[in-house]
């Protein structure tokens, strides 16, 4: 049996749904980030699997994917620097502790 | 022959990408959970590898098990507890949010599996090539946005974590 299109959307859905997970079940920040990152994997998958799987004439969902890989390295970096910084400020990381905008 | 090949060397990259991933969102440790999200971005860079997107696989490799590993680390490293290491504790949402993961692979599968696949596929003999005529010529505007929205990540992440005055 050959591995097509609906093999790597299907591995692509239950990555996509662990990182969900994560990121709804997770009490530290830098854990819901981590979660943010496998989904951004597993929609780099898709595009990748489309662009080799159907009758395409270039690479579009691969450069789309290098743009997707580009905001979420940016994503991440920017996230490490907002969890450091609330941890500077009120000494917890805990998502379900801040509800409160004004410091 | 290869094409069995092929398929074994699918499965088991799957079965790699997705136990580590379940390893990342299980795991009692913050740092074990980091260590498994490395190994499941060497899976995902494999993969591409094997869609023949190599260059998308060399990127995977620097990028995310490279770079985002690292600042992950780091991150865990700064943000952690005096008392023992640190840990990764669920929310007391944890079931609502099985349910939910649950019904959305259900959903997904079907419409996977219920939508007729297009026959086809396109392999380039030479991605890098490929993507660089792409990303200069045609996705000009696209490639200055990102690199523009790279030097203001930067300068924002430099800012947020010195602190207005500081930096």
């Known amino acids: 049996m050959t591995i097509g299109l609906n093999h790597c959307l299907l591995l692509s859905a239950a990555l996509f749904a662990i990182g969900l997970y994560g990121v709804l079940s997770k009490r530290n920040i830098i854990a819901v ?46 996230g490490v620097a907002l969890a450091y910084r609330i941890y500077n400020d009120r000494q917890t990381i805990n998502v379900d502790e801040l509800d409160n905008m004004k410091g | 022959m290869s094409e069995m090949l092929g398929t074994l060397v699918f499965y088991a990259v799957a079965f790699v990408i997705l136990a580590t991933a379940l390893g990342v969102v299980t ?11 490395t190994a499941c971005f060497i899976g995902v860079g494999v993969l591409f590898i094997w869609l ?44 609502t949010a099985l349910g939910l993961v649950i019904l959305f692979v259900l959903v997904m599968s079907t419409v996977i599996v219920s939508t007729p696949v297009p026959s086809g596929s396109y392999v380039s003999a030479d991605t890098v090539d490929a993507l660089a005529d792409m990303m200069l010529n045609k996705y000009i505007l696209a490639f200055e946005i990102a690199a523009t929205l790279l030097l203001a990540a930067l300068v924002g992440a430099i800012i947020l974590a010195k602190g207005d005055g500081e930096a």
């Open chain 1, 33 to 78: 980030l981590m979660g943010v990152e496998l989904m951004l994997n597993a929609v780099n998958i898709n595009f990748v699997a489309f662009n080799r799987f159907t009758p395409v004439s270039d690479l579009t969902g691969q450069l789309m994917a290098v743009f997707a890989i580009t905001v979420g390295v940016a994503e991440v970096a920017i």
């Open chain 2, 27 to 37: 795991s009692k440790n913050l740092v074990h959970s980091a260590l498994l999200m």
């Open chain 2, 52 to 95: 023949s997107a190599d260059f998308l696989g060399a990127m995977e490799f620097m990028l995310y098990s490279g770079g985002v590993a690292i600042l992950v680390v780091m991150g865990v490293m700064l943000t952690k507890r005096q008392d023992g290491p640190p840990g990764n504790p669920f929310n007391h949402r944890k079931i």
